[in-house]
């Protein structure tokens, strides 16, 4: 979803069977039922959770990637990067690059490339643009008695100082503060989210839900789950929302398709091109 460059508002379980649920546009290697937690490998779980509150289209289903980064470490991938050099979407951005799982990154902007807020590798840079948005995804530490990954909230945290620290910095709108608070108010529009999570334990959470919702709504059910969520940021929402896993033993895709004002309707099939993606990579032992 196109965002310019300026604005700060997004343009856009219950215990059961352990296996996965199938909705029109939503190809999985299994089928039927919502779940809990499901262990894909070790330090690695997918969790499929019935939203709380129902959605008036699709399933209903809030489905999450669980990892623990003391076995998966982030990798930041970027169309604009000479390596990379086009957009892709996040199934072929995962199996081009031997990753395990991949996100949305965050929304960008009317060149299709650039990211609506700063992001940066050690070797290259999407974004200089510091937006006003409160939260930055730092991870690739410049040495091992930091965090492996840590979402910087600069009402609470020193960002100038933090962002010297890692070698990779995602900007992008806040979603759950560093006080555990839902931080967007109220509004009408709802669309299909992707959002990466932290959780108590510092795990990171890839989530995506493709029954629309209002993201105030999104947010207080994401706290409701048995997720133990701290901290969460928007990446994307409609069609261009995508969530692929491929641990060579499992493969699932969750792509998104509702969007306020522009697509109603919960038909999309269609893996949308997408410029930068937040990558899952094992980690060597």
Same mark, same amino acid.
């Given at each position: 979803m196109k965002r310019f460059q300026h604005l700060v508002v997004p343009v856009i379980a219950l215990l059961g069977i352990l296996a996965l649920a199938i909705s029109p546009g939503i190809r999985s290697a299994d089928s039927a039922g919502? !779940? %809990?937690?499901?262990?894909?490998e070790k330090g690695l779980d997918?969790?499929?959770f019935q939203a709380p509150k129902k959605s008036a289209l699709g399933d209903s289903l809030i489905r999450i990637l669980r990892a623990d980064t003391n076995y998966f470490g982030l990798r930041l991938l970027n169309a604009s990067s000479r390596d990379q050099g086009k957009r892709r979407s996040v199934k072929d951005w995962v199996n081009k690059n031997g990753l395990v799982a991949a996100i949305n990154a965050s929304m960008y902007q009317r060149d299709l490339r650039s990211s609506v807020s700063y992001m940066k590798t050690r070797q290259h840079t999407?974004?200089?643009? !510091? %937006?006003k948005d409160k939260t930055i995804l730092a991870f690739d530490p410049n040495n091992k008695n930091l965090p492996a990954v840590r979402i910087i909230d600069r009402d609470c945290d020193d960002f100038n100082k933090l962002r010297k620290l890692y070698g990779s910095l995602i900007q992008s709108i806040r979603m759950v503060s560093c006080h555990g608070e839902n931080m967007w108010a109220p509004h009408k529009r709802m669309w299909s989210t992707a959002a990466i999570g932290l959780d108590k334990q510092d795990r990171v959470l890839f989530i995506h839900v493709r029954s629309p919702y209002t993201t105030h709504d999104l947010i207080n059910m994401l706290l409701e789950l048995p997720i133990n969520l701290k901290q969460a940021m928007y990446v994307e929402g409609g069609a261009d929302a995508q969530l692929y896993i491929n641990t060579g033993k499992e493969r699932h895709e969750f792509i998104g398709s509702y969007s306020s004002g522009s697509r109603e309707h919960d038909e999309n099939t269609f893996s949308h091109s997408v410029p930068n993606v937040l990558g899952l990579k094992r980690l060597e032992k």
């Amino acid at each position: 979803m196109k965002r310019f460059q300026h604005l700060v508002v997004p343009v856009i379980a219950l215990l059961g069977i352990l296996a996965l649920a199938i909705s029109p546009g939503i190809r999985s290697a299994d089928s039927a039922g919502p !779940v %809990s937690w499901k262990n894909l490998e070790k330090g690695l779980d997918l969790g499929i959770f019935q939203a709380p509150k129902k959605s008036a289209l699709g399933d209903s289903l809030i489905r999450i990637l669980r990892a623990d980064t003391n076995y998966f470490g982030l990798r930041l991938l970027n169309a604009s990067s000479r390596d990379q050099g086009k957009r892709r979407s996040v199934k072929d951005w995962v199996n081009k690059n031997g990753l395990v799982a991949a996100i949305n990154a965050s929304m960008y902007q009317r060149d299709l490339r650039s990211s609506v807020s700063y992001m940066k590798t050690r070797q290259h840079t999407n974004s200089t643009w !510091v %937006s006003k948005d409160k939260t930055i995804l730092a991870f690739d530490p410049n040495n091992k008695n930091l965090p492996a990954v840590r979402i910087i909230d600069r009402d609470c945290d020193d960002f100038n100082k933090l962002r010297k620290l890692y070698g990779s910095l995602i900007q992008s709108i806040r979603m759950v503060s560093c006080h555990g608070e839902n931080m967007w108010a109220p509004h009408k529009r709802m669309w299909s989210t992707a959002a990466i999570g932290l959780d108590k334990q510092d795990r990171v959470l890839f989530i995506h839900v493709r029954s629309p919702y209002t993201t105030h709504d999104l947010i207080n059910m994401l706290l409701e789950l048995p997720i133990n969520l701290k901290q969460a940021m928007y990446v994307e929402g409609g069609a261009d929302a995508q969530l692929y896993i491929n641990t060579g033993k499992e493969r699932h895709e969750f792509i998104g398709s509702y969007s306020s004002g522009s697509r109603e309707h919960d038909e999309n099939t269609f893996s949308h091109s997408v410029p930068n993606v937040l990558g899952l990579k094992r980690l060597e032992k």
